[in-house]
T-cell receptor
Framework: DAGITQSPRHKVTETGTPVTLRCHQT?????MYWYRQDPGHGLRLIHY???????DKGEVSDGYSVSRSKTEDFLLTLESATSSQTSVYFC????????????????FGPGTRLTVT | AQTVTQSQPEMSVQEAETVTLSCTYD???????LFWYKQPPSRQMILVIR??????QNATENRFSVNFQKAAKSFSLKISDSQLGDTAMYFC?????????????FGQGTTLQVKP
């Protein structure tokens, strides 16, 4: 158990409204990630963070922003939700190193199912 | 850009038998990591097994093993003595060893059903 929680776990919102998803970790890992999962696409990286206030874009970042003001929290914001952002969102952390090598194993939170109507 | 392809959308296997899930990837790097993740109906993503590209020996974790063919860019997962609890979607994933970001690139997934 990597101590990762996501909130909310389910959310239904209307098109055009802002939405913020929260990821919280308890083990002070440096790297955190946001992915979305859609049928036929696997998981795709939205944004990631490599430290407090240090973030970068992933493969599908349009329409999303992130913030990391504390090591333990990584927030994903949809400024104006669209129906195409209906998805399951996963947060992940990376252990960075394992056994002396940089393996970057990732461990995932339970996911948030977001529906935009 | 790196890509990961899983060409088997769905597979099934009888309980106690062996099944192999396929994964191919494309990269120009020599140092990288490959992973298999399991996603049961609970939706939780679970790390099954990991392979470092610089290691020639195939990774094993109990009933799970991989066949890593670096030249062919192939990374298949073998599940021996399949159990009903192995029913899940399985994802192959790639991570660059040179970028130091740990970003994962996933395949599309293979849904595995284990039949009693």
């Amino acid at each position: 158990d990597a101590g990762i929680t996501q909130s909310p776990r389910h959310k239904v919102t209307e098109t055009g409204t802002p939405v913020t998803l929260r990821c919280h970790q308890t083990e002070n890992h440096r790297y955190m990630y946001w992915y979305r999962q859609d049928p036929g696409h696997g998981l795709r990286l939205i944004h990631y963070s490599y430290g407090v206030k240090d973030t970068d874009k992933g493969e599908v970042s349009d329409g999303y922003s992130v913030s990391r003001s504390k090591t333990e929290d990584f927030l994903l914001t949809l400024e104006s939700a669209t129906s195409s952002q209906t998805s399951v969102y996963f947060c992940a952390i990376s252990t960075g190193t394992s056994g002396g090598s940089s393996s970057y194993e990732q461990y995932f939170g339970p996911g948030t199912r977001l529906t935009v109507t | 850009a790196q890509t990961v392809t899983q060409s088997q959308p769905e597979m099934s296997v009888q309980e106690a038998e062996t099944v192999t899930l396929s994964c191919t990837y494309d990269t120009s790097e020599s140092n990288y990591y490959l992973f298999w993740y399991k996603q049961p109906p609970s939706r939780q993503m679970i790390l099954v097994i990991r392979q470092e590209a610089y290691k020639q020996q195939n990774a094993t974790e109990n009933r799970f093993s991989v066949n890593f063919q670096k030249a062919a860019k192939s990374f298949s997962l073998k599940i021996s003595d399949s159990q009903l609890g192995d029913t899940a979607m399985y994802f192959c994933a790639f991570s660059s060893g040179s970028s130091n970001t740990g970003k994962l690139i996933f395949g599309q997934g293979t849904t595995l059903q284990v039949k009693p």
